[in-house]
Nanobody, 120 residues
Framework: QVQLVESGGGLVQPGGSLRLSCAASGSILGIIAMGWYRQGPGKERELVAT???????SYTDSVKGRFTISRDNAKNTVYLQMNSLKPEDTAVYYCNAAITSNNGRTNTYWGQGTQVTVSS
């Protein structure tokens, strides 16, 4: 069994910052990639940022220059540093990971989601 547990969401004023964390645990042989998705009110879930290995990253255009994804391989944890937050960043943020388990199978896992609200 593999689990992803997120933390770090909350209420922040426009222009503020938050850091989300997502820790993977369980029967993990290796983590191929990790990422963050979000789903705003009345919107479809969208990809925000991904990291492959520890270096290769990509971002959706609306967060470039404001959000930074990083990973601590020793802790099986991915972070999303969010700066200069805007009201349109309000959403439930979900962690996603492609993980190879000890049985040799690779699957995609999701976290439970953490609410981020940007409002004055």
């Amino acid at each position: 069994q593999v689990q992803l547990v997120e933390s770090g969401g909350g209420l922040v004023q426009p222009g503020g910052s938050l850091r989300l964390s997502c820790a993977a645990s369980g029967s993990i042989l290796g983590i191929i990639a990790m990422g963050w998705y979000r789903q705003g009110p009345g919107k479809e879930r969208e990809l925000v940022a991904t990291i492959v290995g520890s270096v290769v990253t990509s971002y959706t255009d609306s967060v470039k220059g404001r959000f930074t994804i990083s990973r601590d391989n020793a802790k099986n944890t991915v972070y999303l540093q969010m700066n200069s937050l805007k009201p349109e960043d309000t959403a439930v943020y979900y962690c996603n990971a492609a993980i190879t388990s000890n049985n040799g199978r690779t699957n995609t896992y999701w976290g439970q989601g953490t609410q981020v609200t940007v409002s004055s």
